[in-house]
């Protein structure tokens, strides 16, 4: 009778957990999605607060990769980094959920500006706020940009790497996944030539 109170009890303890957990995910990503103007780029700074400082889902270096992978990829930059989180920390059921915290607020959002505030384009106070929130947006994206910069080692030595991209991208149009895959291609060359370099200097002292 004891070992089956203690079974119910072990099971019961464990479908809170995931069920709040489940609710982390879900309104973690409901407040991003709600709270954050501007699009994905705007998003990232208080993503990485809520996913790698407050709820230690992922770490910095997972949170760049996932970062770079969601940039990669088609699709909405924040829905990415939500699917993959959420893949993370609790499998597919977790990517649904996250998912939906993530485009819930914009898809409500939107649909009573439509419903209720399709004439309202043209109201000066409407433009007004809309005026006063894009500086507040350009902070929004300059920020996770010095962050990530400095994340990802970018010093004197390799920063006209990442100011020359920016510059062929905004000036020559070219497309980012083509540098995406470049650095993609480029990172696995320089790391197997490091490696290689490595192992002979280790095979060179044991000589």
Not at 63 to 88: E, R, T
Not at 135 to 150: E, N, R, S
Not at 174 to 202: E, Q
């Amino acid at each position: 009778m004891f070992v089956l109170l203690l079974s119910t009890f072990v099971l019961v303890e464990k479908v809170f957990f995931i069920m709040n957990l489940y609710l982390k995910l879900f309104f973690t990503f409901f407040k991003i999605g709600a709270f954050t103007f501007g699009g994905g780029w705007a998003m990232i700074s208080i993503i990485e607060r809520e996913v790698v400082d407050n709820h230690k889902w992922l770490d910095k270096d997972e949170f760049l990769d996932a970062l770079a992978i969601s940039q990669s990829l088609p699709g909405i930059l924040a829905v990415n980094i939500s699917i993959m989180v959420g893949n993370k920390v609790r499998g597919l059921k977790g990517c649904i959920i996250s998912t939906l915290g993530t485009v819930l607020p914009s898809f409500i959002l939107i649909l009573l500006i439509a419903i209720f505030f399709s004439k309202s384009y043209d109201n000066p106070i409407v433009e007004r706020i809309f005026k006063g929130i894009r500086p507040a947006v350009v902070a929004l994206i300059i920020a996770p940009v010095l962050t990530t910069a400095k994340s990802a080692k970018i010093n004197i030595k390799n920063i006209w790497i990442p100011i020359t991209v920016a510059l062929l991208i905004w000036l020559a149009g070219i497309s980012p996944i083509y540098f995406v895959l470049a650095g993609g291609f480029g990172g696995i060359v320089y790391y197997k030539y490091i490696d290689r370099k490595r192992k002979g200097n280790i095979k060179k002292r044991g000589e």
